[in-house]
């Protein structure tokens, strides 16, 4: 089944200790992105990749890390999570055939806590 | 600057009446603009583009540029509508990027 998939699902942790959101997709997409939600914002993005070992800030891209090894990995990594962070995290991934036609396929998402 | 403006933040109708959720956009070039659609507990999913001109479980959407608009509408209501809808502008160039708007939940009522 083509999915994006993320892990953890759900994740409380305490100011300052490092952690890694994967996310993973196995429909060959060359674009993933990040994106957090949070209510009365909406979904703001926090880094997107072109392809592999391409990848950019987005609008709130403070705080995060993110790297493209491999083409179907995206993790997002929080070096110091602070409370801030707590949202929820979606992982999105499309082709890179740009245009009105595409479509991003979104993650279950990551709703993490920060204490 | 482009944004996207749902200045809804929830809309509550009885089933079988007309719903019209708002979309307002601001953005210099020509605009490519999607509805996606999160049901309770699901991930986020494309419902529709401008560009299909197509009516996915009775919603349509009409690009108006004069008005800056993507307003969503269904005729008839149903409690399975019940969702959250975001309405999203594909920023231009390369990047796939998509601007959302806050989001609309939208509560039908049986």
């Known amino acids: 089944e083509a999915q994006v998939t993320q892990n953890p699902r759900y994740l409380i942790t305490v100011t300052g200790k490092k952690l890694t959101v994967t996310c993973s997709q196995n429909?060959?997409?060359?674009?993933m992105s990040w994106y957090r939600q949070d209510p009365g914002l909406g979904l703001r993005q926090i880094y997107y990749?072109?392809?592999?070992?391409?990848?950019d800030k987005g609008d709130v891209p403070e705080g995060y890390k993110v790297s493209r090894k491999e083409k179907r990995n995206f993790p997002l990594i929080l070096e110091s999570p602070s409370p801030n962070q707590t949202s929820l995290y979606f992982c999105?991934?499309?082709?890179?055939?740009?245009?009105?036609?595409?479509?991003?396929?979104f993650g279950p998402g990551t709703r993490l806590t920060v204490l | 600057a482009q944004r996207v403006t749902q200045p809804e933040k929830l809309l509550s109708v009885f089933k079988g009446a007309p719903v019209e959720l708002k979309c307002n956009y601001s953005?210099?070039?020509?605009?490519?603009l999607f509805w996606y659609v999160q049901y309770s507990r699901q991930r986020l999913q494309l419902l529709l583009r401008?560009?299909s001109r197509e009516s996915i479980k009775g919603f349509t959407a009409d690009l108006n540029k004069g008005e800056t608009s993507f307003h969503l509408k269904k005729p008839f209501a149903q409690e399975e509508d019940s969702a959250m809808y975001y309405c999203?502008?594909?920023?231009?160039?390369?990047?796939?990027?998509?601007?959302f708007g806050t989001g609309t939940l939208l509560a039908v009522q049986p």
């Open positions: 999105a991934s499309s082709s890179s055939s740009t245009g009105a036609y595409n479509e991003q396929f």
């Open positions: 429909m060959n997409h060359e674009y």
């Open positions: 990749s072109m392809n592999v070992e391409v990848t």
């Open positions: 953005y210099s070039g020509s605009p490519e």
């Open positions: 401008h560009i």
């Open positions: 999203a502008l594909r920023w231009g160039g390369a990047t796939n990027k998509l601007i």
